[in-house]
């Protein structure tokens, strides 16, 4: 049984910074690729950044482009470095994992949410003016 749990959220003024976290338990995170999704109130839920299996690849929606940087360790953690924070990224953040991306190259995450079918509970971000 996979599960992911987030952390690292919390209150920021804008301008500020803040590293979310996402540990697994039942799975090796190199095997996988993952993303870090966001949902703000009365929106959808949308991709922030996803990385391949191995690492190597990575991906970062226009929004937040320079500002935030996904990682990894491949063993256990993957990580959102969050910088310049405004507050239109105010929203719940999770981690997710597509469990089918070990088919596939080390260079391959997925865009598509439907994709990724494990989630944490999510982490609230809140980042005032």
């Known amino acids: 049984q996979i599960q992911l749990v987030e952390s690292g959220g919390g209150l920021v003024q804008a301008g500020g910074s803040l590293r979310l976290s996402c540990v697994t338990s039942g799975a090796m995170l190199s095997s996988y690729a993952m993303g870090w999704f966001r949902q703000a109130p009365g929106k959808e839920r949308e991709l922030v950044a996803a990385?391949?299996?191995?690492?190597?690849?990575t991906y970062s929606a226009d929004s937040v482009k320079g500002r935030f940087t996904i990682s990894r360790d491949n063993a256990k953690k993957m990580y959102l470095q969050m910088n310049s924070l405004k507050p239109e990224d105010t929203a719940v953040y999770y981690c997710?994992?597509?469990?089918?991306?070990?088919?596939?190259?080390?260079?391959?995450?997925?865009?598509?949410?439907?994709?990724?079918?494990?989630w944490g509970q999510g982490t609230q971000v809140t980042v005032s003016s």
């Open positions: 990385i391949s299996w191995s690492g190597g690849s």
């Open positions: 997710a994992l597509d469990s089918s991306s070990t088919a596939y190259s080390g260079s391959y995450y997925s865009l598509s949410l439907n994709e990724y079918d494990y």
